[in-house]
């Protein structure tokens, strides 16, 4: 099986609602990485990815 999902976490550590600006994990999938099987860790990358990408988009609208 392919190796461990590295943590995005870039120590850029500030939540607005519930999301991490630094790079979109919900509160929720910050502190259940750990217990995260590799799976969920990936979906919770990809997800992350894609919120970040809308909120930045969002806020170069306003």
């Not at 994990?25 to 910050?30: A, G, H, L, N």
């Amino acid at each position: 099986m392919s190796k461990k999902v590295e943590n995005p976490c870039i120590s850029l550590c500030h939540l607005k609602h519930d999301v991490c600006t630094g790079r979109g994990r919900s509160k929720d999938k910050i502190k259940g990485w750990k217990g995260m099987k590799r799976k969920e860790q990936k979906i919770a990358v990809e997800r992350a990815a894609a919120r970040l990408k809308d909120i930045r988009k969002k806020a170069k609208m306003n």
